[in-house]
């Protein structure tokens, strides 16, 4: 079974500051992880996704994330907030089932102050 | 650039009426799957479907629960006797293959029991 924790409901960083939105995941085979963010009112954007390549994962909007299996994580970064960052960001692992569901973390609220 | 459509976009419906939400995945795509949203909670799977079965469902998706692929371009949901539990946001994604595992998220049916 898979699982995914996101440490943090709520982050806020100035506009301009580093944006670090952390995410532990746990899976029984080797995972493949994924960042989703949602604007309000909005479906789900696939901002970046790890699938057993490179371990430092570049995405769209100057996201970024690395996969450190001995930490088991797979934060979120990126080196200067926007405004238009505010959101709600979701990690989530793929299954190893045969259609390989997503299992979501809890998400983080971002807030970017000006 | 192609995306998931989902119809409609909210949808008001009396404790124990059916209702039927629909989705147009993405033209090549083989997996398609049904999520939700508890206002406040996570996204939590529901049902994927492939090759015009279930492949894989989680325990949310009970006997009220049924996904039928009509035509070839649509996918839907049915809620068979709804509950006010059953408000949530329901999203549904589609992806091209399992390898990458990668889904692409239509933007949502509001769905709210009274």
């Known amino acids: 079974a898979q699982s995914v924790t996101q440490l943090g409901s709520h982050v806020s960083v100035s506009e301009g500051a580093l944006v670090l939105l952390r995410c532990n995941y746990s899976?029984?085979?080797?995972?493949?992880l994924f960042w989703y963010v949602q604007y309000p009112n909005q479906g789900l954007q696939l901002l970046l996704k790890?699938?057993?390549?490179?371990?430092l994962v570049k995405g769209i909007n100057g996201f970024e994330a690395e996969f450190k299996k001995s930490e088991t994580s797979f934060h979120l970064t990126k080196p200067s907030a926007h405004m238009s960052d505010a959101a709600e960001y979701f990690c989530a692992v793929s299954g190893s089932g045969s259609a390989r569901q997503l299992t979501f973390g809890s998400g983080t609220q971002l807030t970017v102050l000006p | 650039e192609p995306e998931v459509t989902q119809t409609p976009s909210h949808q008001v419906t009396q404790m124990g009426q059916e209702v039927i939400l629909r989705c147009v995945p993405i033209?090549?795509?083989?997996?398609f799957y049904w999520y939700r949203q508890i206002l406040g909670q996570k996204v939590e799977f529901l049902v994927s479907?492939?090759?015009?079965?279930?492949?894989?469902e989680s325990e949310i998706f009970d006997d009220q629960f049924s996904v039928e692929r009509p035509d070839g371009s649509n996918f839907t949901l049915k809620i068979r006797s709804t509950k006010l539990e059953d408000s949530a946001m329901y999203f549904c994604?589609?992806?091209?293959?399992?390898?990458?595992?990668?889904?692409?998220f239509g933007p949502g049916t509001r769905l709210t029991v009274t």
């Open positions: 479907f492939y090759n015009n079965e279930i492949s894989e």
């Open positions: 033209s090549n795509h083989l997996y």
């Open positions: 994604a589609s992806s091209v293959d399992r390898s990458s595992g990668e889904q692409y």
């Open positions: 790890y699938t057993s390549a490179a371990t």
């Open positions: 899976s029984s085979v080797p995972p493949y």
